[in-house]
């Protein structure tokens, strides 16, 4: 035990802490919020382990929810919050390589503490009894590494999802993993065949949304993309050679990601919006690598990889728009602006212009400051359109297909002919866009 490093744990926390202490029990804050307080950041949440049973804590407590009781935890609500409680456990066999077989408790902690995944995630804490590290947890805070308690073989091979998770703490905290850490993650990689596709998605996700998503190459070079998304293998194995490419398609990707904000939808994105240029990918006699028409197999590969993460359908339906998307450049002129804003829809220009950008950024230093230039040009003719208010969907043209009915025009597929028609127009000129014109014109239309 340690008194060393104190911890400012909440009120609330703090109240449920004491109560188990004058009930008799030990009871300790443990795990991330542990490991985020000493790095100086803020906690997600609040874990509580104690040595208490669960029906003791319920007793301790006016007002619980058996949330996860088979495995020791009951939530406690107090003032408005929830805060998990559980009790000391140690865990069976993990028969799937994921979930044990069997809990029991225990009133050690230190059993508790090392059956956890990595060391700077198996600190407890409590005002009266200070800081418990067991297993050097602090130690490789300092020393910014990500190491298994224990022996790392048996850690990953009692939840491979921790595979993954090795990798994605990294990403978060900007570590690297110790050395046996990361050959036992290589040999474990295979085992997250048996995870599920939704658990692979939420590490794979917080590791690319994480301030270090160039940590994706760990992954890569422990063999965990090969298993969960081998899409990224291809495209670290896929070499270019050209005036906007000295490196592989992986690694551009990376730099993409790095340049990109912090955001779901643009980062994963950039991750796979070069994902077709391994298919289209072709070499000139004189050595020069060529990827046309690389956007359109790289949305269908993005879909098909989203699907098979069991993405929600808006995302995915997003994400798979700005790869199909992020090769066009639209003309320096204000239709041409307005077409692009168009094939993108209004909602996601924005975000094209991010992405880019951060395409660009990813790219040959070389051609990055005329490109950017280019694309600010496209952005500041993309804001006046914007402030004059320019019709940018069917929705804002002056007109509806009731109003050309009203004017004589037959209903039927004709109505939805013209109104596209007449769009067209605006979209070239949007001083057209009024009621007046575009019922003439479309009169003249139905005519011819």
Known sequence: MSEEIRIGIPEKVQYILSRLHGAGFDAYVVGGCVRDSILKKEPDDWDITTDAAPEQVKQVFARTIDTGIQHGTVTVRYK?????????????????????????????????????????????????????????????????????????????????????????????????????TREAAREAAPSLKYVSAERIRTELEKTIVSPHPEEIRTAFEC???????????????????????????????????????????????????????????????????????????????????????KFDKASERDIVDLVRNHSLYPALS???????????????????????????????????????RYMDQVEEIYHRILERGDCLSLRQLAVSGNDLMDAGIPKGKQVGAILAKLFDEVLQDPALNTKEYLIRRAKLLNLG
Request: some cysteine; overall charge negative.
């Open 80 to 180: 408005g919050e929830n805060f998990e409680v559980t009790t000391y456990r140690l865990d069976g066999e993990y028969e799937d390589h994921r979930h044990p077989d069997k809990v029991a408790f225990t009133r050690n902690l230190e059993e508790d503490l090392k059956r956890r995944d990595f060391t700077i995630n198996a600190m407890a804490y409590s005002d009266r009894s200070g800081l418990v590290d067991l297993f050097g947890g602090v130690d490789d805070l300092k020393a910014h590494i990500v190491r298994c308690v224990g022996k790392p073989a048996e850690r990953f091979d009692e939840d491979a999802l921790r595979v993954l998770r090795a990798v994605r703490f990294c990403a978060k905290l900007g570590f690297s993993l110790d050395p046996a």
């Open 334 to 372: 204000e239709e041409g602006v307005r077409r692009a804003v168009v094939q993108l829809t209004p909602r996601l220009f924005p975000q094209f212009l991010t992405v880019k950008r951060s395409d660009i950024r990813g790219q040959n230093p070389e051609v990055q400051e005329e490109k950017l």
């Open 223 to 309: 063999g965990i993309t090969k298993v969960v998304l081998p899409e990224f293998d291809a495209m670290m194995e896929a070499q270019q050679n050209n005036h906007h490419h000295r490196i592989s398609v992986g690694e551009h990707t990376i730099r993409t990601m790095m340049a990109s904000p912090q955001d779901r939808i643009l980062r994963w994105t950039m991750l796979l919006h070069d994902s077709g240029k391994p298919s289209v990918q072709t070499i000139t006699s004189d050595g020069v690598y060529h990827y046309h028409g690389h956007a359109a197999p790289g949305a269908v590969i993005a879909g098909n990889v989203l699907e098979r993460l």
